[in-house]
């Protein structure tokens, strides 16, 4: 079994997420793609909009495009609301789950240019094998060398980006081009990132 994790905030996820995931795992050969959404982003805590249940179950969604694609809990909430640490996630997955390695991490070539700033960078890169997935942002292409070695690049060109969804949910713009239809539907049916305060309950 050839096994990816694929993390992030997800708020929520978009057809750039699962674009990635799919090339990450046609240019790897990778059996399951586990997509977590980050309990308590670190880097993003004020911005995070959606709950966590709403963005697991929009992931869980959006999984149902491809049979490789499996939503995952691995990153869920931690007790007393501590943030969500990439290097916890991955020891967790090593602990529990059963596959061939290395286990593979995929991340966006933007998220990967910033992972000096990650906690214990070097040692998320000593335990997986990055799948850097290309961004079409003008200066998002250049990851930085700490993890360089344990990098693998992947061609992924698709324009879409959460802010973008959370733009047009908000203005009641359309949602087609973003997302994968039921996570459209999922966003209108429970007033997702509307305007108004307190629509999306705890
Ligand atoms: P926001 O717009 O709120 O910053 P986002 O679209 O970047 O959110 P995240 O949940 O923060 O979404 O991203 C999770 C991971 O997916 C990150 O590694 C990010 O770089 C990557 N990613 C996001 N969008 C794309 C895309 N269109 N193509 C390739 N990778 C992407």
């Given at each position: 079994?050839r096994?990816?994790?694929?993390g992030?905030?997800?708020?929520?996820?978009?057809?750039?997420?699962?674009?990635?995931?799919?090339?990450?795992?046609?240019?790897?050969?990778?059996?399951?793609?586990?997509?977590?959404?980050?309990?308590?982003p670190?880097?993003?805590?004020?911005?995070?909009r959606?709950?966590?249940?709403?963005?697991?179950?929009?992931?869980?969604?959006?999984?149902?495009?491809?049979?490789?694609?499996?939503?995952?809990?691995l990153?869920?909430?931690?007790?007393?609301?501590?943030?969500?640490?990439s290097?916890?996630?991955?020891?967790?997955?090593?602990?529990?789950?059963?596959?061939?390695?290395?286990?593979?991490?995929?991340?966006?070539?933007?998220?990967?240019?910033?992972?000096?700033?990650?906690?214990?960078?070097?040692?998320?890169?000593?335990?997986?094998?990055?799948?850097?997935v290309g961004?079409?942002?003008?200066?998002?292409?250049?990851?930085?060398?700490?993890?360089?070695?344990?990098?693998?690049?992947?061609?992924?060109?698709?324009p879409?980006?959460?802010?973008?969804?959370?733009?047009?949910?908000?203005?009641?713009?359309?949602?087609?081009?973003?997302?994968?239809?039921?996570?459209?539907?999922?966003?209108?049916?429970?007033?997702?990132?509307?305007?108004?305060?307190?629509?999306?309950?705890?």
């Open positions: 079994m096994l990816a994790l694929f992030g905030t997800f708020d929520p996820i978009h057809l750039g997420h699962v674009e990635a995931a799919l090339a990450a795992a046609d240019a790897h050969s990778l059996d399951r793609v586990l997509v977590a959404p980050c309990g308590v670190p880097h993003k805590r004020s911005a995070c959606a709950p966590y249940r709403h963005r697991l179950r929009m992931v869980e969604l959006a999984c149902k495009e491809d049979s490789r694609l499996i939503a995952s809990g990153d869920e909430p931690r007790e007393g609301g501590a943030p969500n640490y290097v916890d996630t991955v020891e967790r997955a090593l602990a529990t789950l059963r596959f061939e390695e290395p286990l593979r991490f995929i991340v966006g070539a933007d998220a990967f240019s910033e992972i000096g700033t990650w906690r214990d960078a070097e040692r998320v890169a000593s335990l997986v094998e990055f799948l850097v961004r079409p942002w003008p200066d998002a292409n250049s990851p930085s060398p700490p993890t360089a070695r344990a990098a693998r690049s992947v061609e992924c060109a698709h879409a980006s959460s802010s973008a969804v959370r733009h047009r949910a908000k203005i009641g713009g359309t949602l087609a081009d973003l997302a994968p239809p039921d996570v459209c539907a999922y966003i209108w049916q429970h007033a997702l990132y509307r305007p108004e305060p307190n629509t999306m309950g705890p």
